[in-house]
């Protein structure tokens, strides 16, 4: 059966299970077929059951959680549920049971209650029942303020005494299931109705069911209690209803298996230390929810009336009591009941730690002697697991029964040097041993299972021994979170004790990264069980960090207040309502206020804490938030006007006027005697008294607000932890209200999570400092083509690290992945398998071809009190599309950097000035010397109408640079502005007969000195294209806007005019780039649609092209566009980039050679990427050798690598990245030795590794393989 928005559970992922339980659903007949309802968070559960009975399944999926409901599925993101609406879930559970599809049992975890199930949900359980199928509920109940279900209350052998409902979550807003905890209760579980075949066998008494909870119930009349509490408190009861059976289980529960106690699923996503979570450990040293498995079997067996004839009975040879023996046992009788005798009964004993001491069948008069099983003389506790055989081997029943036995040694005390290391430290243990003679192998092991280092020593029987295990050096090289010290004790050679220390946190040498990174953090279900199988699926997608065990690791820094998530605005919006309201600024208030001096005591007090808690897992960054903002993401009001902000704002104003109040009224128009008078205004007031500086003072003050608690909270963390550097995530554009100056705010946060709103990858890859790690936000359910171009393009502008959105809609309930993490992974693991992020990221400098466009906040606060924000946005966005459209790239200036200097000194040729509305004194002076001395300067339109606090100015700051009059200040659409005349005395370049797809942006722009290369057709007066030769430089005034562009670029004409006119403008300045992307017949420049990146390193250089995405993909409200892309590739193109000079080209992705050449033709389909290498000299191949081809275990081993050029007499300076891969004998790649090694200037390079005194023997192969060239070499060692 199909259901809307749904999964086919797969059961084929994961580990074999022994076969002991496959055929005891079925019996002599069909396997019964069960209808379960998993949740997104635990459905792996369902799976799990499955997989070790065999059952047939119907599943529909239903979480407890509404966001789990909406986005927890990548396949169907964002389109399941809503908080307020989850119909389609409960439709298609609806869809199954009123069906007249067979189930024998129904499977029915409480859910949210009941009273959630439609009334058709309800009626056909009851009326299935009624009709004789089986029913098992977990944890019923009706629903906090809901009618109780007459239907449950007629089914279920437990009353419940209890009603959940839902709360706020912390992150997230309302709705969220809330658990009561309160009144969970937690002891021994027995079983009363000890006859019951549903508990017979079970061994509750060796299970650790204190660690387990239940909710308060009691038994309905004429329900058997089958489990119960010391207390006498039900547990799990059954009855009879109609001709069917009931069972309920009213413990804590993950879906269908009780859940840890100390769970409450209140891990931040943005935290991935595990150590911290809660309800992940036991106490219990053996796999003990097996007993549970087998629990759930026996009720669905129960229900479906599907109980054997032949049911398995222990008896004591000796008159020791039942189940579980105080003192080992000599022998004990295994006797089946009922009509059916077995062919045989064959046993498996375990001690506590499952290791196997003996299997074997029992005698034909069902006689076990366990006196004489050498495992069991040296003592322990022991499991024995009974099954009843037929003759045809079908499982009859199944049975575990315990004892125990004085142990003959043990270890009675140990100790650890170490609770937290660092590389070099020497961790040694200790451990006091008692009995004996025997031996002690003590380990320390990684999060892996390598076991690193290995000891073994003996000691004999004559009284309490003292071992100190040989200490172990912490590796510099360590890529687990842990060591841990094990310890063995054996006893003729059987372990009779485990001892495990606590896990040694060791905190990383290298908290920088230095390769491209792919994390997502791990969520946690409970238990700990399935944490290692999500390390293999997040490794098997090419996830690099954050999974367990990982050395690379995140937390949080203990900050907050810093934004407001989407399903918490409702205050902020109350308050922003009553402000327009009433105009009182009493509102205009923001919460909390970031220059509260009490929030800062708090917030001081929480950051220390918890960084302390923290520091020594060595953490790449502490997150200090999501989604921040002055007000809720970039919503605009004019926060903050408490007294706090006035007071502080009054004392930097004060600086930033240097001391003047004078020079503070001409700028504000005012006439105030103190500081202490200075009350900025609103939005409304300074438009409505045209003086914008009081305003625009404030916005300023309210981002260096903003930008001042991030320079707080760094350093903070940093007070605590001296490398600790905090990160932003969620990130938001860079607008007058949100704060964002990210020129500023990248001086203190240390890793960014951008969006994609607002053109933030280019201002992150513009202003990074060395080390800053730039993130951004990936999943969401994307797929396809789109999913594959956003990480090629995320690359190519910078980003070193992409973190997805989240393990839910990476990995389906039944832990397959989804589509959208297929597509992802591609990309990823090429990129970071194939070495290309570090290539580029890492080993070369992107090459901006001279070009700077400015990043200017006074401009974007200048246009959003002219009330043309939108038009700024769109002409930035113009801008870029059209530099990149022309094969050109740039990064962006911000204005302090302009006003530094740093035009000339990084060497740039041309600066684009796009909508720069609002110019500094300073950076006017300093664009006009860049011009003097040789630079080309752009100026679109409306450039340097205002000063650095947004107060209109009579003329345009420099408009003498340019050469022009500026008659008017307008620039509004006038008559016949779309008609441009070529001005046939331009003498720069030839021009165009028109422009086609642009308008004059200002009616006044007038030619004073210089050349216009367009006028209007209507007045011949108006100037576009005015280019003015200035000292050694050109000043070019556009007189267009770009802000159509985005729109216009593939409209033929439209776009193709533009690009020409800017290539000839771009002409006049030094600019270069080192590859032109042609069509290859005519060799004509290629259209819109294409953007080429280049990069330098050393004699080397990398060019790429990357082609778009057609169609637009909306952004939501936090600025992020999810859901499925375009799932199919268009039609390849064939092109042809033409180099600025030869060289020996590679083509890196294909690893081909492309030979000694200044040209590279190529096909490139919709989404899709070429990189190619330029080399100074041929690579001819890669020096692989090792000191010894015999590496044994437990021991280090060096491997030398070098890349061998066939042009050795010349000296070529470049950086190599080499992908270093091993091997083992089964030719299986081996995750945990990969590594992506920089050669620094051709020299060999001596790679290092230990060998785990575990690995597996046998002829391992070396690959190196040089990721520009494709260039590999192959070694074969064998491990001894």
Known sequence: MSYQYDIRYDTSVGEAFPERLLSAAGGSGSKPKLFFVPSVKYGREIVEFIRRTGVLYETVTIDRAWDLNKWGFGDFYDIRASVDDQHIMYDNLEKALASEEHYDVLVIPGVNGWAHFTAATRAAILRRVENGAGLVLIRPFHGEDKPKSPELVALSPLVNLFEEGFAVDNNAGEGYPRVRFDLLRSDKWVAPAEGHYV????????????????????????????????????????????????????????????????????????????????GVRSSCSFAFLESFYELMLRSVVWTARREPDCVLEL???????????????????????????????????????????????????????LASKPGIAAGGEFRVELNAYAAAGELLDFATYGFSAPLAASITEAEV?????????????SFQLQGGPGSLTVQAVDDYGQVLQQSEHEFSGDGVKLVKAEPYRVGASLKSMHVTVQADLRVGGTRIQHWSGSPIVVTPEQRRIDDFEVFTAPQNRGHGDFLGLVGDLFRELGITGLYPGSAKTLTMSGAEGLGIYWYHRAPYAERKEKYYRTKNKQYLVRVPCLNDPAFWEGMEQKITSKVSMFKHFGPIAYFANDEGSLTCYTDELDLCFCPYCMREMQGWLKLEYGGSIAALNQSWGSSFAEWEEAIPYTREEA??????????????????????????IASIVRSVDEGGVIRMSGCQASTAYSGYDYYRLHQHVGYFEAYGVGNQYEFHRSFARPGTIIGGWFGYGVDGVTARHSVWHALYHGLTLCNLFWEYSLINPDYTFSTSALDFSVPFKEIREEGIGKLLLHASERDHCGIAVHYSMASVRGTNIAGDKTRFEKNRRGWIHLLEDCGYQYVFLASQQIEAGELQERGFKLLVLPYSIALSAEETEAITRFVHDGGVVIGDFQTGLMDR???????????PLFGIDRLSMEAEPFYINEEFVPNAEFPYFKLDEGMHGVRFAEFGIRSAIGHPAYRDDFMRKVSAAHVNTVGAGIAVYLNMAMADYAERRDRGPDGASMRALLRELIGLSAAGKPASLLEPDSGAPVHAGYES????????????????????????HDGLAVGAGKKQQGEAEQLRFAFAKQAHVYDIREQRYLGLTDTADFALAEGDTKLFALMPCRVGGIGLSSPSLQWKRGEAAAVSIALLLEDEAQQHHFTSVICFQLTDPDGKRQWLYDENIALIGGSAFLHELVIPCNERTGTWTITAKDTATGVSARLEVTIV
């Open 949 to 959: 606090h947004c107060e209109k100015l009579a003329r345009g700051q420099l408009d």
């Open 315 to 369: 008896e004591l040879v000796s008159d020791q009591p039942k189940h579980k023996a105080e003192h080992q046992p000599s022998a004990w009788h295994i006797r089946t009941s009922g009509a059916v005798a077995p062919d045989e009964i064959r046993y498996t004993i375990k001690n506590g730690y499952d290791d196997v001491v003996d299997t074997g069948v029992c005698g034909s008069d069902g006689l076990l002697e």
């Open 687 to 712: 438009r409505g008294t045209a003086r914008y500086a009081p305003w625009a003072d404030h916005r300023r003050f309210m981002e260096h607000t903003f930008v001042e608690s991030y320079r707080r």
């Open 1093 to 1116: 990146i280049y990069y330098r390193n050393g004699s080397a250089a990398y060019v790429a092209t990357i082609r778009g995405m057609s169609g637009k993909r909306e952004l939501g």
């Open 417 to 429: 040097s170490h609770q937290t290391a660092v590389s070099g430290d020497l961790i040694e243990a």
């Open 199 to 278: 508990t017979k066998g079970v061994p509750l008494e060796l299970l650790p069911c204190e660690e387990l909870a239940y909710y308060p119930y009691e038994a309905a009349d004429g329900a058997e209690v089958l489990i119960a509490g010391a207390n006498g408190a039900p547990i799990a009861a059954a009855r009879e209803y109609g001709r069917g059976r009931v069972i309920a289980f009213g413990y804590f529960p993950r879906d269908i298996l009780p859940q840890h106690k100390d769970y409450t699923g209140k891990e931040s996503t943005f935290d991935a230390v595990i150590d911290r979570w809660q």
